[in-house]
């Protein structure tokens, strides 16, 4: 069915006359009918989509202004008044998201004016909500101290080109965002940026879920409460050392891909975890929790910090030939789909079909920035097509384990470029749990030597992994172990496990207990419980896209006669 005509005109582009139309999805050219007698001649058709489009300015009232990505001032040209100029989404062959600026040239300024006014009515009326207003964090201290001359460079200037107002805080010490998302009246902003790492971007999702919790009468203490969804989304640009989010949640980590899904208002639902000990939250993780090797290794760099990222090699090394391992329960509950599994070596891309089948009624709009209408079941619903969703077991590995690692995303970076949980997705409401049980030093090396080369890390005896909704973890030690006497790593199910109060917690300096990596931060508590919630929050963000099936180009074309019925 042919889309609706809101404009068409002829317009000059690169200096060729074109018939051009804008409808209510899309700006399409093809070659002026009227500039050849040959009607019958081939022709390619170009169109970009209304939702990949930023802004349309007329030239002379952009003049003086710097054009993106430049740091010199556009010239006014004899013709300003009279041409253009669209400003839109391409991709390149890496997957990276850039500005290409259209050039339109008009007969009269009236006819000019006229488009302009018309392409920004129909942006507005795009399905997924642009900012307008964002609050934007800056953290001058996180990677490798950048991220103020990114967001300058990069960032600052596309906000500008789309009209969105900023508010921008440089943060001065750990929690410093956090605790600004806690404090401040936030009623004017309908978004919040956060240039630096994963560890700015975790401090802003705890501050603001547990802003939304206290505002909405949520006991966000008791384990057993379901918290509730911030309306609030949050982006992120990378300036991190990892950058783990963005990576998983874009694909690349490069500032101008993630600034521009900001600008569109790509919208993405994300899982979190909430983490507990006993009726305390200790905090929300946003992507990794590691005890064990990479527990101790975060531990033992805090007292490095002066070497910089090299002190994770460097605590690394020293970790490994320790080789300890630690006795410990873990009691899980299963996913319970069939359908995906840690190992079945899928990926979360841009409409994922298990994400998707996972969004309830509150988060039908995941991935709104594709004009998907694909929807999920009602999760709230009790009936019996809910069975499959809702049949794991719970069970319980007891032993000593080398590591114990909980991914929420794959975790890719520059060593591990598939992430410890290559499989995983960001909004099924499960978390891939890994357990190293305890093994020499050589079979713990070619574990990490796998996981650092792509090699399939799960493939040993010694290594399990699990697909889960939640766990507990308990520490023990020798004597309780053989107490137990169950041989180590025996699974039983029993449901009743995960609701007994955690009473004991080993000190902080017992050797035979490690610590928590927390999203990077130190969790000395080893006793803890773990929830996924599903897609909990939302980001600023479109999804890691296929590059293989990329068009280079975001305008796309097709050969077309120039009969104006076979392309209107």
């Known amino acids: 069915m042919a889309e609706d005509v809101v404009l068409f005109s ?12 804008l409808s209510s999805r899309t700006i399409s050219w093809v070659a002026s009918a009227s500039s050849t007698a040959e009607t019958r001649e081939v022709h390619h058709y170009h169109f970009v989509k209304m939702s990949k489009v930023i802004t349309a300015v007329v030239d002379s009232e952009n003049a003086g202004d710097k054009n993106p990505g430049s740091a010199k001032p556009r010239k006014l040209d004899n013709h300003d008044d009279l041409t253009f100029t669209v400003h839109c989404i391409r991709r390149n062959s890496q997957g990276k998201w850039r500005v290409r600026e259209l050039k339109f040239e008009c007969s009269d300024q009236e006819t000019c004016r006229r488009w302009v006014a018309h392409i920004k009515e129909r942006i507005v009326k795009q399905g997924n909500v642009r900012p307008q207003n964002l609050l934007v964090f800056i953290n001058p201290y996180g990677g490798k101290k950048e991220a103020g001359s990114i967001y300058d460079t990069h960032t600052a200037p596309l906000f500008s080109l789309a009209g969105i107002k900023t508010t921008v805080i440089y943060t001065e010490a750990k929690n410093h965002a956090r605790d600004v998302m806690l404090k401040r009246d936030l009623t004017e902003f309908d978004g919040v940026v956060c240039v630096g790492g994963d560890g700015t971007f975790a401090e802003v999702v705890n501050g603001l879920l547990v802003r939304t919790q206290q505002e909405g009468g949520v006991d966000y203490n008791d384990p057993d409460t379901t918290p509730q969804c911030p309306l609030m989304r949050i982006g992120v640009i990378p ?3 990892t950058d783990v989010i963005v990576c998983d949640t874009t694909g690349v980590t490069d500032p101008v891909t993630s600034t521009l899904q900001i600008v569109l208002g790509c919208s993405l639902g994300l899982d979190i975890c909430s983490v507990h000990s006993g009726h305390q939250l200790l905090r929300y993780t946003v992507s990794f929790m590691g005890y064990g ?6 531990k033992d760099s805090e007292s490095h910090r002066w070497m910089g990222p090299h002190r994770y090699d460097f605590s690394g090394f020293k970790k490994y030939f320790g080789n300890k391992a630690y006795a410990g329960e873990v009691t899980f509950l299963t996913s319970g789909d069939e359908d995906h599994h840690p190992q079945d070596k899928t990926k979360c891309r841009v409409g994922c079909a298990v994400c998707l089948r996972r969004s ?8 709104e920035c594709l004009d998907s209408s694909t929807g999920g079941p009602d999760l709230q619903d009790d009936n019996k097509s809910l069975v499959k969703e809702n049949n794991g077991s719970w069970k319980k590995v007891t032993g000593s384990f080398c590591a114990v690692n909980a ?3 794959s975790g890719c970076n520059r060593l591990a ?3 410890i949980a290559p499989s995983s997705h960001l909004g099924n409401g499960c978390l891939d749990l890994l357990l190293v049980h305890k093994c020499s030093r050589f079979n713990f090396l070619r574990h990490l030597i796998r996981l650092g080369n792509s090699g399939n890390h799960f493939n040993f005896d010694f290594v399990e992994v699990h697909r889960v909704k939640e766990f507990t973890f308990k520490s023990l030690t020798s004597q309780d172990l053989k107490s137990a006497g169950n041989p180590a790593g025996e699974s039983t199910s029993n449901t009743s496990l995960v609701k007994q109060r955690q009473s004991r917690y080993q000190a902080t300096g017992d050797s035979n207990t490690s610590t928590w990596n927390l999203d990077g931060e130190v969790g000395d508590i080893p006793d803890i419980n773990v929830h996924v919630h599903c897609q909990l929050i939302k980001i600023f963000a479109y999804g890691r896209e296929d590059v293989k099936s990329l068009n280079a180009s975001c305008c796309m074309s097709r050969n077309r006669t120039k009969n104006k019925s076979a392309w209107r």
Request: no cysteine; aromatic share 6%.
């Open 417 to 419: 470029p598939n992430g």
């Open 239 to 241: 300036a991190g050392s």
């Open 407 to 409: 991914a929420l995303v």
């Open 360 to 367: 309830d009624s509150q988060t039908s709009d995941v991935f």
């Open 10 to 21: 002829v317009l000059k582009l690169a200096g060729k006359p074109l018939d051009v139309t």
């Open 293 to 298: 090797f990479l527990g101790d290794v975060l």
